[in-house]
């Protein structure tokens, strides 16, 4: 899966602009909702024919952003409350491939294919809507002109992992994580509990094409790791996704950090998609149960005969590699003579510092931390996490 803000080598108002997205008012204010993807690392970040926007606020694992911008508000799309429907009509409005194309806001119709994203990621919804470099950050409608969600990222074959290459799967983070977002930023939109009239596409472009706008992004640090190349020729080129450089180790876990999982998919897939997740640092995948674990940090990998990890180089010197043996599902029994309240890697550093600890059961409802001076017959419990010196 990949970014789609599109590259700008040049542009005609600007030589410092190095790339562009789309975005749309959410409230008579001036708050524009985007991808964070368009708008983080940009040195500013602009709207075209409104010039510069301030209180930007972003999340970048939830590829999410909102930001200011100042003068009247020509339109203001709400969000509605009501969960998509598979298969539901949609639009798409971006501004993509505006090197390319034209400069005007564009409208694309499609379907929801499906109500989960790759691995079942419950953050995004995958659509039909043709969407290009550009096009981030714009709003996903449904006919009447409620959003329902941003429309955020392609699915290429680098990140299927396979030789296919995948036809029109496109993905948009979905409207009930945009609505968490603006509420734990305080920022106040109109949302919609009832699904409005069916409006024909002219009709629904007059509607929402106002509140839409182009997002320009001003001497970004590193572009080229979220990006997409402009079109130069047709057909449109595929995203880029940048190649970051990785240290995989076999039969290890990194320990904690989940912000996603993906369901049964290859290893290649996981990697593939920790690569092109910019605010991924790390990954686990468990070989048996085909399971992703993308992670924001890694500060502990410790051994585990069903998994691989993997770590961004720049972390890689600073990452801890336990002694233990760590096994999910698994407790044992006698031996105990410390309890401590802590987390995962407070336990193991306890007991990883104390030689009289030959084992340690983590329960993580409690969360708490057993540590066992002597070796026991082992036994099957859900929710503990047992490490063996």
Known sequence: ??????IHPAWSQSSDVSSSGTAFFVSADGWLVTNAHVVDGCKSVTVVGRGEVTDLKVDVQKDLAVDKSAGAVPAVLKLTNSEPRLGEDVAAFGYPLTTALSSSVKITTGNVNSLLGIGDDSRYLQISTPIQPGNSGGPLVDRSGAVLGITTAVLNDRATGTDNVPQNVNFAVRG???RSFLQSRGVAFDAVDAIGPHLETADL????????????????????????????????PEPYVASRPFRSVDDYDVIGFDYATLRNVSEAQCHAACNADRSCRASTYNKLARFCFLK????????NPDAS?????ELSSS????????????DMVGGDYARIKTDFVGCYIVCEANLQCRAFAFVKKKPTCWLKDRLGSLSAELGVDLGVR
Not at 1 to 6: E, F, Q, R
Not at 298 to 303: E, M, T, Y
Not at 309 to 313: D, L, P, T
């Open 1 to 6: 899966m990949a970014s789609i803000c599109a």
């Open 176 to 178: 009930s994580a945009v």
């Open 205 to 236: 472009a007059e509607k929402v094409a106002p509140a839409v706008v182009l997002v320009l992004c001003h001497s970004r640090e590193s572009a080229a790791v979220t990006d997409a190349a402009p079109a130069t020729s047709s057909p449109a």
């Open 296 to 303: 924001s940090d890694a500060k502990l990998l410790v051994k």
């Open 309 to 313: 990890a993997s770590v961004a180089e």
């Open 319 to 330: 990452v801890l590699v336990s002694t233990f043996a760590v096994a999910s599902g698994r």
